[in-house]
Structures are given as C-alpha cells and as structure tokens.
C-alpha cells in the first residue's frame, strides 16, 4: 500500500511523519534537510513543492521519485 502524502505539507512536517523521506530529499537534491537547524526553522515554512521549484526540479521527477519510494501525493 502506497502512503499518501499532501504536496502542501512543510517538509518538517514530512520528514516527522515519515524519516525515511530523507534521503530521498538529498536523492532529489534537497539537502538542506541534513541540517537539523534548516529543517527545524526553514523547513516548518517549505513545502516540497515549493523547495522543488526553487532548486529548479521538475515536479514530474519528485513525484516519480517518490512514488518509487512508496509514496503518492494526495490530490488538490
């Protein structure tokens, strides 16, 4: 079964869900996660969305990239 998450969600909130997301952020090449300070002041206020668009990844690759992790995105 696939786990479902919501691409408005900050990424703290992700990563606390779900800790295993991390290394999948630093596969996608949002690495700023490895960094608990980051993650616990920039990442309350980031979402994957928005952090993908800022490093310039196409959103089709992070939802490929998760869905082969076990993951899918809720839809809006």
């Known amino acids: 079964m ?3 998450l919501k691409k408005n ?4 909130d992700l990563i606390q869900a779900y ?9 996608l090449g949002l690495d700023g996660v490895t960094n608990p300070l ?11 969305e928005k952090g993908a668009k800022m490093k ?3 959103w089709e690759k ?3 990239t998760f869905e ?5 995105f809720e839809e809006d």
């Open 2 to 4: 696939m786990n479902v």
């Open 9 to 12: 969600q900050s990424v703290f």
């Open 19 to 27: 800790p295993e997301l991390k290394d999948i952020f630093v596969q």
């Open 38 to 48: 980051v993650l616990k002041t920039a990442g309350k206020k980031m979402t994957l």
């Open 56 to 58: 310039k990844i196409p």
């Open 62 to 64: 992070v939802v490929m």
């Open 68 to 72: 082969q992790a076990g993951f899918i």
